[in-house]
């Protein structure tokens, strides 16, 4: 790692494969779902199916410590969950924007184990789309940043001027106007 703030592939590795396998299997559900006519009928066992194994993939990100995909996984579980309980159509465009999105987490995270940056941001688009169609308008960018507060800001070379009340005063002014 060349700076604290880089992300430690470590654990991730260690996870990997289980969250592609929960990947595979739910996109599997999926594509049974709308290969069946029983989705028409109202059996959803094949969305709850896709969404238990996204909920596995949702615990191991957060035991991973990536929280801006951990925030991108869970909208896709409550998009699933919306359709799973008929809160939202199961049509064929949500999904396969439910697809769309568990190709874009994993290949988010094979980025990741390849020495890309952890910016959660690429997925914003997508994230945005998710969040339409769960009924929210509002999608922040805020949603998917969660930064380190751990790492502090590197000091000043010299220390803070020292200036009189009146130019205080006169640079206060200007900053105003």
Known sequence: MNAPTDFDIGPLT?????????LERGDAALQAFTASAVGASGDFTQVRFC?????????????????????FAEALE????????????????????????????RHYLDDLLGNQPNQPLRLLPLYRELQTARGHERALPTDLFFPSL????????????????????QRLRQQRA
Do not use: C, N
């Open 14 to 22: 260690w996870v990997k494969s289980e969250i592609d396998l929960a």
């Open 51 to 71: 969404r238990t194994h996204l909920h596995q993939v949702h615990g191991a990100l957060t035991i991973v410590g990536l929280d801006g995909v951990t925030q």
């Open 150 to 169: 751990g790492v502090r800001p590197p000091r000043r070379a010299g220390g803070t001027p020292k200036i009189g009340r009146a130019e205080f005063q």
């Open 78 to 105: 409550s998009l699933l969950e919306a359709v799973e309980q008929q809160q939202r159509p199961a049509t064929p465009e949500v999904i396969a924007l439910a697809q769309r999105a568990m190709a874009a987490l």
